[in-house]
C-alpha cells in the first residue's frame, strides 16, 4: 500500500495524496504565514510506494528578486544563504532545474551551482518547459550538452501546466503526454529514451548511488579519525573524580593559562580570531602611539615670537647687573634649562591623554579574553579585577613618571 508519513505528524500515515498536498500547504502557512513568507526550517515527507525510486531530494525555492507580501527587503540574499547552506555540502547532487524559454546564461540555479561546484562534477541539469519555446526555436543544443556542458549532462522534462493540475489530471497520462511530447518533436526525437520524468528518476536513483559509493570512503575515514579523538578523550576521563581538588586545581590552572596566552596574542596579534571590523588590541595601541600621539603634538600651539621673547627675558634675567655681550655663542645653562622645562611641561596633557587611551584599550582586552571563561562567572569576575587591577596601578606609576 502507498502512503506517506510527516516528521511534524508522527504516527500519522495519509494514504490519501490530495490530503498530503493539503498539510504541505497548511504546515508551509504555519511555517511562514499566509502572505509569501519564507523559512529554512524544512518540511519532512517520506514517501512509502513499490513504484518509486530510493531517493532524498531537497526541494529548494527559487531566487525571488523582488520582496512582495510579508517578504523582508533582502529577501534575494536570504534565499540565496538558504540555498548555500545547503548545496555547499559535499556529499550531496545539485539539480539545477532551469526553463528551456529562458537564456541558460542569465540561470540562477547553473550560477548558484557553479559558485559551490565549478568543475560541474557534482550538478545534474534538468530544462523544462520545453513546449512553451517560441516555434521555430528548440533546446537541442543545451540537451545535448554543447552549450554549456556539464560533466552529469542535461535532461529534459515536460511537466504538467498549471491548467492540468487544476483540472487534476493523472500523473499517468501526464508521463503519457510527456512521451508522446518527446517521440513526435523532430529535434528531440532522436535522444527521446534520454528524455523524460521516468528517465530522470533512474538517472538520479544511479548518480545517487554513485556518489553515495564515491564518498564514503572519505565519510569512514573522517569517522574513524573522529572516533579515535574521541576515544583518547575518554581515556583522558576514565578515573575522572569531579570532586578530587588536584583536577580543580588543574582546570583552574589550565583557564589562567589559557586567559595569558589569549591576552598576549591579541597584544601581539597573533590570535587566530582576526576582527575584520575594527582595531582592537595589539594594533590599536601601535595606532595610539603612531598615530593619535603625534597628531596630539601637532595640535599643539606654539607661537615662535611669544618663545625668542621669552629666552631673551630669562637671559637678561640670569645675567642681573652684568651687561650682556650680544656676541655671546652660547646660552646660560639656567636659561635654556628654563626654557627647556617650560616646553616639556606642554607634552604632559598628550603623554596622558596617550595613557588613558592605552589602559582603556588594554581592559577591553582583559574583558574579550574573559568572554571563554563565562561559564564560570566567579572567576570571570575576579579575573576581570585582578588584571584591570594591575592594568590601573600601572597606570598610576607611568602617570607619576610623565
Known amino acids: 500500500t502507498e502512503y506517506a508519513e510527516f516528521l511534524h505528524c508522527k504516527g500519522r500515515k495519509f494514504t490519501d495524496f490530495d490530503e498530503v498536498r493539503q498539510e504541505i500547504e497548511v504546515e508551509t502557512d504555519r511555517i511562514t504565514g499566509i502572505n509569501k513568507g519564507i523559512s529554512s526550517i524544512p518540511i519532512n515527507l517520506r514517501i512509502y510506494s513499490p513504484h518509486v525510486l530510493s531517493l532524498t531530494l531537497i526541494d529548494l525555492p527559487g531566487i525571488t528578486k523582488v520582496p512582495v507580501g510579508d517578504q523582508p527587503p533582502d529577501i534575494e540574499q536570504q534565499i540565496r544563504d538558504m540555498i548555500m547552506q545547503f548545496i555547499s555540502r559535499e556529499n550531496c547532487l545539485i539539480l539545477a532545474v532551469t526553463p528551456a524559454n529562458t537564456d541558460l546564461a542569465n540561470s540562477d540555479a547553473l550560477k548558484l551551482a557553479k559558485e559551490v561546484d565549478p568543475q560541474g562534477l557534482r550538478t545534474i541539469g534538468v530544462i523544462t518547459k520545453l513546449d512553451l519555446m517560441d516555434e521555430g526555436t528548440d533546446a537541442r543544443e543545451i540537451l545535448e550538452n554543447k552549450l554549456l556542458p556539464l560533466r552529469r549532462g542535461y535532461i529534459g522534462v515536460v511537466n504538467r501546466s498549471q491548467k492540468d493540475i487544476d483540472g487534476k489530471k493523472d500523473i499517468k497520462a501526464a508521463l503519457l503526454a510527456e512521451r508522446k511530447f518527446f517521440l513526435s518533436h523532430p529535434a528531440y526525437r532522436h535522444m527521446a529514451d534520454r528524455m523524460g520524468t521516468p528517465y530522470l528518476q533512474k538517472v538520479l536513483n544511479q548518480q545517487l548511488t554513485n556518489h553515495i559509493r564515491d564518498t564514503l570512503p572519505a565519510f569512514r575515514s573522517k569517522l574513524q579519525s573522529q572516533l579515535l579523538s574521541i576515544e583518547h578523550e575518554v581515556e583522558v576521563y576514565k578515573n575522572f573524580r569531579p570532586e578530587d581538588p588536584t583536577r580543580k586545581t588543574k582546570a583552574l590552572l589550565q583557564m589562567v593559562q589559557q586567559f595569558s596566552v589569549d591576552f598576549e596574542k591579541r597584544i601581539e596579534g597573533s590570535g587566530d580570531q582576526v576582527d575584520t571590523l575594527e582595531l582592537s588590541g595589539g594594533a590599536k595601541i601601535n595606532r595610539i602611539f603612531h598615530e593619535r600621539f603625534p597628531f596630539e603634538l601637532v595640535k599643539m600651539e606654539f607661537n615662535e615670537k611669544e618663545l625668542r621673547r621669552e629666552i631673551s627675558y630669562a637671559i637678561k634675567n640670569i645675567h642681573g647687573i652684568r651687561q650682556v655681550l650680544p656676541t655671546g655663542l652660547f646660552t646660560p645653562d639656567m636659561a635654556f634649562e628654563a626654557i627647556v622645562k617650560k616646553q616639556i611641561v606642554k607634552l604632559k596633557g598628550p603623554c596622558l591623554k596617550s595613557v588613558d587611551l592605552v589602559m582603556q584599550e588594554l581592559i577591553n ?37 610623565v
Open 365 to 401: 582586552t582583559v574583558k574579550k579574553c574573559t568572554k571563554k571563561l563565562a561559564t564560570y562567572p566567579r572567576l570571570c569576575e575576579e579575573t576581570e579585577r585582578i588584571v584591570a587591577g594591575y592594568i590601573r596601578e600601572r597606570e598610576e606609576k607611568t602617570k607619576d613618571q
